[in-house]
């Protein structure tokens, strides 16, 4: 494999350490951590929020995703934290970078600057908001690559979710695995490398070694 000319982020759990945040946040149906983390890490909140409808036979009240918005921006305020390592690794990497996470673009552009990140991915920020589907669909990946006028062969996706590998490569892409999130439990490697993952990365400060080189 040669080196990749163009390498797309995924956000949460892989720059910021926010899964855990985000999911603790109150959404008035009861669930435990660890459910919400197997079903909903990596997925767009159209798609967590369309779930949790039809398991629980409910409509969620209209104002229902404007709440959850303003609480986690609120828990982000004072927790939020950019992933170990990944300042460092950022400033090294050969390769253009771009993110594209299942957020919101609002809560993306607001996690990035919170923590100091956004200057290594402006203007290159994707959301899959701009896109008919999301993951695990390969739409937003493919976007990104369209917009920065590059084949998807010659991409690397850094993911930590089973949802993201999954749309990765379906656009034909590699992907690196995240383990190193507070949301990641036991297994979690495992899974990400049976969903397609090459290799996975449990300290983002390795993530330059674990990158194909020709």
Not at 128 to 153: E, I, S, W, Y
Request: glycine share 6%; charged share 20%; proline share 7%.
């Amino acid at each position: 494999m040669t080196q990749p000319d163009h390498i797309i982020f995924d956000c949460d759990g892989v720059l910021i350490d926010s899964e855990v945040i985000a999911c603790l946040a109150e959404i008035g149906i009861t669930m435990s951590v660890e459910e919400i983390m197997d079903r909903y890490v990596g997925l767009s909140a159209t798609a967590m929020f369309a779930d949790i409808e039809l398991r629980h036979a409910r409509t969620l009240p209209s104002n229902f995703a404007e709440t959850l918005r303003v609480r986690i921006a609120a828990a982000f305020e004072t927790d939020l934290r950019p992933m170990a390592g990944i300042e460092p690794t950022l400033q090294t990497l050969p390769s253009r970078c771009c993110v594209a996470p299942s957020s919101a673009p609002d809560r993306l552009r607001h996690s990035l600057s919170l923590t100091g990140l956004l200057q290594h991915f402006e203007p290159h920020v994707f959301s899959a908001a701009q896109v008919a589907r999301g993951k695990p669909a390969p739409d937003l990946f493919l976007f990104a690559a369209t917009q920065m006028q590059t084949p998807p062969r010659t991409w690397v996706v850094i993911e930590d979710s089973v949802t993201g590998v999954t749309a990765a490569i379906a656009a034909g892409m590699r992907v690196i695995g995240s383990a190193g999130g507070c949301h990641c439990r036991p297994g979690h490697a495992e899974r990400l490398h049976t969903a397609g993952a090459f290799a996975v990365c449990n300290d983002m400060q390795r993530l330059p070694g674990l990158l194909p080189s020709a």
